[in-house]
């Protein structure tokens, strides 16, 4: 997990713009992936003031502080420039006030812009502090996009998990990390995954060593990050272990308060992991549209057994009938009389 993030980054990938503050940027830094909207500290309310925060000035706090005069403005965008103050942004391509500027030279705060929206840029710069500020879990695998889906392939070492991801990314596929994943959740119901620095668009084949794959494939086969869908554990065979057979036991991995589902598939000589690594990923996906051929097959057996349950009970009943049937004759031929030939 990084403790913090520069201002630099900041506005690199939030497309903000620089006026005042360039030579501060590398220097100033922040530490939280929350925004302060401060519109009643510009009333003069500071009893709470988030001050490491990134400071967010709109159309709405802008046209407040124009119905200031210029000393009780400065006043209050002087208690705003603490020393851990990360930035000041000013949204909506807005002028940012000559009382905020002079404050922040004094304290040495950047003074950033932006042509977006107050909402939009908003959401840019939080997402960015989210993903660069929350906490990382590194985990032993490789981490692929297989038909958009991210697929996290774990197993032990040796087993056959680049080789795998080699082959996908032949096959059209696209890899985002060997070896190391870095996974953090970035909501409460998405699990993201990325690669190290060190490791980006590398992968490692043993007997040939470690190849650029997007130097060899193009820029298609590669991918920075993607959301974890599914797990899928690749094991050796082993004739006393019990694998599904149904698709109805699917495990899941918590991974932070993310709930992951996990397959897991026995590796065996003969066996295209790729094309099983594939066809999981599209049944994975037409289970999340809808549709399940395990139920599917449940259907179809429960109404095979019905099918056949009814033809047993007509041949029961056509059985019982027969037997009805040669009792009551035997009974009539028993009480037929008899005849006798009589001599004259």
Do not use: W
């Not at 503050?21 to 530490?31: D, F, I, N, P, W």
């Not at 990360?86 to 932006?114: D, R």
């Not at 929350?134 to 981490?143: D, M, N, Q, Y």
């Not at 056949?308 to 041949?315: C, E, L, P, T």
Request: proline share 3%; net charge negative; aromatic share 6%.
């Amino acid at each position: 997990m990084a403790e913090s993030v520069t201002i630099a980054d900041l506005v690199e990938n939030a497309r903000l713009d620089v006026y005042y503050g360039e030579e501060l940027l590398e220097e100033k830094t922040v530490s939280t992936s929350d925004i302060s909207r401060p519109g009643l500290e510009l009333t003069g309310y500071f009893n709470y003031y988030p001050s490491k925060r990134v400071q967010l000035l709109g159309i709405t706090e802008i046209s407040y502080s124009k119905g200031l005069d210029h000393d009780e403005l400065l006043g209050v965008f002087r208690q705003m420039c603490q020393p851990e103050t990360p930035a000041f942004v000013v949204s909506t391509q807005l002028e940012p006030p000559e009382e905020l500027v002079e404050a922040a030279k004094e304290a040495k705060i950047p003074v950033l812009g932006s042509k977006l929206t107050t909402s939009r840029v908003l959401s840019n710069m939080t997402n960015f502090l989210e993903d660069n500020l929350a906490e990382r879990k590194s985990l032993h695998g490789v981490l692929v996009d297989v038909y958009g889906l991210g697929i996290l392939i774990t197993g032990d070492s040796g087993i056959g998990k680049s080789e795998t991801a080699l082959e996908l990314v032949k096959r059209g596929h696209r890899l985002i990390a060997d070896d190391r994943v870095e996974v953090y959740q970035q909501d409460e119901q998405t699990l993201m995954g990325t690669a190290p620095a060190i490791l980006r668009h590398l992968l490692e084949i043993r007997g040939i060593g470690i190849i650029d794959v997007m130097m060899l494939f193009g820029t298609g086969a590669v991918r920075s990050k993607t959301r974890v869908a599914l797990i899928i554990h690749l094991a050796n065979f082993s004739k006393d272990a019990n694998y599904d057979r149904l698709g109805n036991n699917t495990e899941d991995v918590k991974l932070f308060d993310v709930h992951v589902p996990k397959l897991t598939i026995p590796v065996k000589t003969g066996r295209n992991l790729a094309i099983i690594i594939e066809a999981a990923a599209m049944n994975f996906r037409a289970q999340s549209m809808g549709y399940d051929a395990t139920e599917t097959f449940d259907r179809n057996l429960n109404n095979l057994i019905k099918q056949n349950s009814k033809q047993d009970a007509k041949k029961k009943s056509a059985d019982d009938k027969n037997q009805v049937d040669s009792k009551a004759k035997s009974v009539d031929n028993t009480n037929e009389p008899k005849t006798t030939d009589k001599k004259k």
